[in-house]
């Protein structure tokens, strides 16, 4: 069974920069639909970036322009590349693999990691 565990996760001031990545062990996503959330306790899970399986992308409006989500297929590694981070983007950051598709529409993951926090501080 797939894994995926992320890393890059901490603390920065705002005006900053992250990577974050995630790392899959036991499948190969190389073509699979992976994407990044975010969640703050107390609201709900946030989309954030979208990587289709043929590389094509979606972003949030929050993070576009900001945010950039790619991947290295031969290590099998997803990742975030966050700039110009504000006290808005803190929250614990999580990436799934292999969409769940229903009616044209992406309705849910088959796999998901554990998270990295990522804090911005003003």
């Known amino acids: 069974q797939g894994r995926l565990r992320e890393s890059g996760g901490g603390s920065v001031q705002a005006g900053g920069s992250l990577t974050l990545s995630c790392a899959a062990s036991?499948?190969?996503?190389?073509?699979?639909?992976m994407s990044w959330f975010r969640q703050v306790p107390g609201k709900e899970r946030e989309g954030v970036a979208r990587?289709?399986?043929?590389?094509?992308?979606r972003y949030a409006d929050s993070v576009r322009g900001r945010f950039s989500i790619s991947r290295d297929s031969a290590k099998n590694i997803l990742y975030l590349q966050m700039n110009n981070l504000k006290p808005e983007d803190s929250a614990m950051y999580y990436c799934?693999?292999?969409?769940?598709?229903?009616?044209?529409?992406?309705?849910?993951?088959?796999?998901w990691g554990q998270g990295t926090q990522v804090t911005v501080s003003s």
């Open positions: 036991g499948n190969s996503y190389s073509t699979y639909c």
């Open positions: 799934a693999a292999d969409c769940v598709h229903s009616g044209g529409d992406v309705v849910g993951y088959n796999y």
């Open positions: 990587m289709h399986s043929r590389g094509a992308t």
